[in-house]
């Protein structure tokens, strides 16, 4: 848990300053998390699953700081779980409040989910690579389950024309361009020694502002709660 991770371009060596690009940039998950709280105050939509999914995305600013300062596994860990955490909160919020899916097609919508994500977790066996032999997208393939899931939202809040119908594909767009650069820093290591996964943070950091300002403009304060809409439905 305490071996030290080298996977970025901009790290040369094994002190805690020694990305500080990569750690710095994460300050842009902790604006995104206030711009949000901001938000969601000002719509007066404060819940509980709202206030966890805001914590969790400052988390992330803070894990992946931990990771490129102290760069060992348990930093590593603390980089990866938020990140997974705010995927399967964000899926769970939308499916409920703005889809309106009850708890069974909305579980089934979480499966669907994993399933596409280990996928992408798998695609280095899929393609024939040893564990040790270095991925073809540089690790990206971890974030499949998401470019698929953020797509399909995307497009089912463009033509069911929600509130800011073209938010979730341009937080699409947004993901892309990050992940485009989270997968070209080592590649380009050799004629751009800070490599580009900085822009990975702060185009990521867009992303799940965009996505959460999403999911906020479209429940209502007033909105039933789940399970009394469910009573409902069903009587």
Same mark, same amino acid.
């Given at each position: 848990?305490?071996?030290?991770?080298?996977?970025?371009?901009? $790290?040369?060596?094994?002190?805690?300053?020694?990305?500080?690009?990569?750690?710095?940039?994460?300050?842009?998950?902790?604006?995104?998390?206030?711009?949000?709280?901001?938000?969601?105050?000002?719509?007066?939509?404060?819940?509980?699953?709202?206030?966890?999914?805001?914590?969790?995305?400052?988390?992330?600013? /803070?894990?992946?700081?931990?990771?490129?300062?102290?760069?060992? $596994?348990?930093?590593?860990?603390?980089?990866?779980?938020?990140?997974?955490?705010?995927?399967?909160?964000?899926?769970?919020?939308?499916? $409920?409040?703005?889809?309106?899916?009850?708890?069974?097609?909305?579980?089934?919508?979480?499966?669907?989910?994993?399933?596409?994500?280990?996928?992408?977790?798998?695609?280095?066996?899929?393609?024939?690579?040893?564990?040790?032999?270095?991925?073809? /997208?540089?690790?990206? *393939?971890?974030?499949?389950?998401?470019?698929?899931?953020?797509?399909? @939202?995307?497009?089912?809040?463009?033509?069911?024309?929600?509130?800011?119908?073209?938010?979730?594909?341009?937080?699409?767009?947004?993901?892309?361009?990050?992940?485009?650069?989270?997968? @070209?820093?080592?590649?380009?290591?050799?004629?751009?020694?800070?490599?580009?996964?900085?822009?990975?943070?702060?185009?990521?950091?867009?992303?799940?502002?965009?996505?959460?300002?999403?999911?906020?403009?479209?429940?209502?304060?007033?909105?039933?709660?789940? *399970?009394?809409?469910?009573?409902?439905?069903?009587?």
């Amino acid at each position: 848990m305490f071996e030290s991770i080298d996977n970025y371009c901009e $790290r040369i060596g094994s002190a805690f300053w020694a990305e500080p690009f990569n750690a710095v940039t994460n300050l842009a998950f902790i604006v995104a998390a206030y711009f949000g709280w901001k938000l969601m105050k000002r719509l007066s939509v404060q819940s509980l699953g709202h206030v966890f999914l805001i914590s969790v995305l400052f988390t992330i600013g /803070v894990g992946s700081f931990l990771f490129h300062t102290f760069a060992t $596994r348990w930093a590593e860990l603390a980089d990866i779980i938020p990140i997974l955490v705010f995927q399967i909160t964000f899926l769970w919020l939308y499916s $409920r409040e703005v889809i309106r899916l009850n708890r069974s097609w909305a579980a089934l919508a979480m499966l669907v989910f994993f399933c596409v994500a280990g996928a992408g977790f798998q695609m280095k066996a899929l393609l024939g690579l040893g564990p040790a032999e270095p991925s073809p /997208v540089n690790g990206s *393939e971890m974030y499949a389950g998401a470019l698929v899931g953020v797509l399909v @939202l995307a497009i089912y809040h463009l033509v069911s024309a929600k509130k800011s119908r073209f938010m979730l594909l341009a937080a699409f767009g947004f993901f892309c361009l990050s992940l485009t650069f989270r997968t @070209l820093d080592m590649a380009v290591c050799q004629i751009w020694p800070l490599g580009t996964h900085y822009l990975w943070h702060l185009c990521n950091a867009a992303v799940l502002y965009l996505s959460l300002k999403a999911l906020l403009l479209n429940v209502s304060s007033e909105q039933l709660p789940w *399970e009394e809409h469910e009573r409902g439905v069903s009587a």
